[in-house]
């Protein structure tokens, strides 16, 4: 049973780039959940995707960043001309259903570089 | 100030040794989570609470929710350097949008 999957686990871009960042949820999971890591900061929610459809996206910032989880394929969160305060370590989870009392399931998140 | 206070900050115990970790939150709890974190992984869940009085255990790890008092604990019996890491207690918002908010987390290192 494969959990989640994130990729890259490690992202190097220089400022003005754009960064991909991958997650593809456990099997059978619709739910997917994506959250940011500051060393000072701790764990923040960014936003919440349902196949095709953003539920929630109340924890991202409203310019540069952007998320999608197609019909087919990964969800992805899309940072565009990164700054040096985007590096962190993004993490994304997975669930079966949604609601409060549904367990998330996390990737080992990717970590984000800006030179 | 935080919605979930997490203490302490930091703990050193000698392995063997018992130890309690404690999750407050500010707002009405309609879900409770903890996680482990290795330094550089990702988050492992460890249990979910939902009803107050509630009380799980898996191995030698037990958690307890009083909802009353909008608290939680994390107990460990005889430590061992396997449960070093960061613990983390999450809360749901309970409104339909289902992104956890944690707290800052307790940072367990256990001696041999």
């Known amino acids: 049973n494969a959990g989640v999957m994130q990729n890259p686990r490690h992202l190097v871009r220089r400022r003005g780039q754009e960064a991909r960042l991958r997650c593809s949820p456990m099997?059978?999971?619709?739910?997917v959940y994506w959250y940011r890591q500051l060393p000072e900061e701790g764990l923040k929610f960014m936003v919440y995707l349902q196949k095709e459809n953003i539920i929630d996206e109340s924890g991202m910032p409203k310019e540069r960043f952007s998320a999608e989880f197609p019909k087919e394929g990964p969800s992805i969160l899309r940072i565009q001309q990164v700054v040096r305060g985007d590096s962190a370590a993004y993490f994304c989870a997975s669930s079966s259903a949604p609601g409060p009392y549904q367990p998330q399931h996390f990737g080992d998140g990717t970590r984000l570089s800006i030179l | 100030s935080q919605e979930l206070e997490q203490s302490p900050q930091s703990l050193i115990v000698q392995e063997g040794k018992n130890l309690t970790i404690n999750c407050t939150s500010s707002k009405t709890l309609y879900g409770l989570y903890w996680y482990k974190q290795k330094y550089g992984e990702g988050l492992i869940f460890l249990m979910m609470?939902?009803?107050?009085?509630e009380e799980k255990s898996h191995e030698k790890i037990t958690a307890k929710l009083d909802e009353k008092k909008q608290q939680s604990s994390l107990h460990i019996t005889a430590s061992q350097p396997s449960h070093a890491g960061i613990y983390l207690c999450g809360r749901s918002s309970g409104g339909g949008a289902d992104g956890l908010t944690f707290g800052k987390g307790t940072h367990l290192i256990i001696q041999p």
């Open positions: 099997k059978g999971h619709s739910h």
């Open positions: 609470l939902q009803k107050g009085g």
